[in-house]
């Protein structure tokens, strides 16, 4: 699978990282290079996604949303998404 970042979220930095390992997958993933291992069917791979609120970000609610693509399958995809609301 290739993993990519949709879309932006003002006023938060988002950090990715490879499980629970200090592995900073965050370029990679940005730059939409970012490719797991094999998976068999049903397998999956765990990636942390870290958020930090900017000083002084406007209050309201921020999606991170990331999506896995099958480099076999390109017509398969899976999304993932995060909120972080910032009061």
Do not use: N
């Not at 990636?47 to 896995?68: D, F, N």
């Not at 693509?69 to 017509?75: F, I, L, M, N, Q």
């Amino acid at each position: 699978f290739d993993l990519r970042r949709l879309g932006t979220s003002p006023g938060v930095t988002v950090r990715y990282f490879r499980g629970r390992t200090s592995t900073d997958l965050t370029a990679s993933v940005m730059a939409r290079t970012y490719r797991t291992r094999t998976l068999a069917p049903g397998d999956s791979v765990l990636v942390r996604v870290e958020a930090t609120v900017a000083a002084g970000a406007a209050p309201g609610t921020r999606t991170i949303t990331l999506r896995g693509r099958s480099d076999a399958e390109p017509t398969r995809l899976d999304t993932v998404r995060a909120r972080v609301v910032v009061p």
